[in-house]
């Protein structure tokens, strides 16, 4: 009923930028907070970032002042922006929302990931 799809990973060179979106569809009613999280091989999945439905953020302490996360609430869009990236930011990324539907009521969704490698 909902899908969540994320675009914009690839390669990187530290020191780069990266634009990920996630793209929210579906019988969707109302979007509530969504989130951008990651994971690493061999660790488990962390949060990278937080955003309300109103605009409120949150980030995880370490990438304060690098990652920016932002939404466009009219076309069920969520974006993160990653100024200079470094190694240890290779990751999957995944997107997250918490979603109302015509049917199923509020629930969590998950997108697929899309991988980022930052080179050094």
């Known amino acids: 009923q909902v899908q969540l799809v994320e675009s914009g990973g690839g390669l990187v060179q530290a020191g780069g930028s990266l634009r990920l979106s996630c793209a929210a569809s579906?019988?969707?009613?109302?979007?509530?907070?969504m989130g951008w999280y990651r994971q690493a091989p061999g660790k488990q999945r962390e949060l990278v970032a937080t955003i309300t439905s109103g605009g409120s953020t949150n980030y995880a302490d370490s990438l304060k002042g690098r990652f920016t996360i932002s939404r466009d609430n009219a076309k069920n869009m969520m974006y993160l922006q990653m100024n200079s990236p470094r190694p240890e930011d290779t990751a999957v990324y995944y997107c997250?929302?918490?979603?109302?539907?015509?049917?199923?009521?509020?629930?969590?969704?998950w997108g697929p990931g899309t991988q980022v490698t930052v080179s050094s």
């Open positions: 579906g019988t969707i009613l109302s979007i509530g907070t």
């Open positions: 997250n929302a918490r979603v109302r539907t015509t049917t199923v009521g509020w629930r969590d969704y």
